[in-house]
T-cell receptor
């Protein structure tokens, strides 16, 4: 089974702090994604990566950056956390970026609270 | 642009009764359609997908979904609901042609199965 792990289940940070959310997948998947999940808004794509050191903006990249130095690891960075970034963050991976039928495998999520 | 609508924020159904969770989509060309489920405090899990062929797709845990091209719908169904089916359900769409396309998720429908 594919396993996607996220470094923290719950995180509390203060406004202005730099925040790192880490995600690791163990199935040699090419694609990795970061979403945020908010009630009534569903999942919104922040960034995705289809290869090491490659990244593409999603729908809501403002205030976020990402890093993918190794194939299995995809990090989401909040350079200066703000209260409106309080949310559930979900990492996902999928095997083949060119297969439109590809399914995504999700981590358990990190619930971030910014005070 | 592609989009997904889940018109019901919440669906309540009695245990043992059939359930339907509605989804309509908008996409140019042929759609690839997905259903994911999120149990409390968990990440999303893949349930089923439609790519082409038979309009009735069967998936995990006894769920199925019917693709209706004329109504641009992909409703999720189960003949007999279980209390353990209570969860948040997400419909998603991806364009089936053209360049790389991300997956667009709906806002989610909370299914409550009443004992």
């Amino acid at each position: 089974d594919v396993k996607v792990t996220q470094s923290s289940r719950y995180l509390v940070k203060r406004t202005g702090e730099k925040v790192f959310l880490e995600c690791v997948q163990d199935m040699d998947h090419e694609n990795m994604f970061w979403y945020r999940q908010d009630p009534g808004l569903g999942l919104r794509l922040i960034y995705f990566s289809y290869d090491v050191k490659m990244k593409e903006k999603g729908d809501i990249p403002e205030g976020y950056s990402v890093s993918r130095e190794k194939k299995e690891r995809f990090s989401l960075i909040l350079e200066s956390a703000s209260t409106n970034q309080t949310s559930m963050y979900l990492c996902a991976s999928s095997l083949d970026p060119y297969n439109r039928a590809d399914t995504q495998y999700f981590g358990p999520g990190t619930r971030l609270t910014v005070l | 642009a592609q989009s997904v609508a889940q018109p019901e924020d919440q669906v309540n159904v009695a245990e043992g009764n059939p359930l339907t969770v509605k989804c309509t989509y908008s996409v140019s060309g042929n759609p690839y359609l997905f259903w994911y489920v999120q149990y409390p405090n968990r990440g999303l899990q893949f349930l089923l997908k439609y790519i082409t062929g038979d309009n009735l797709v069967k998936g995990s845990y006894g769920f199925e979904a019917e693709f209706n091209k004329s109504q641009t719908s992909f409703h999720l169904k189960k003949p007999s609901a279980l209390v353990s089916d209570s969860a948040l359900y997400f419909c998603a769409v991806r364009r089936g042609s053209g360049g790389y396309q991300k997956v667009t998720f709906g806002t989610g429908t909370k299914l409550q199965v009443i004992p």
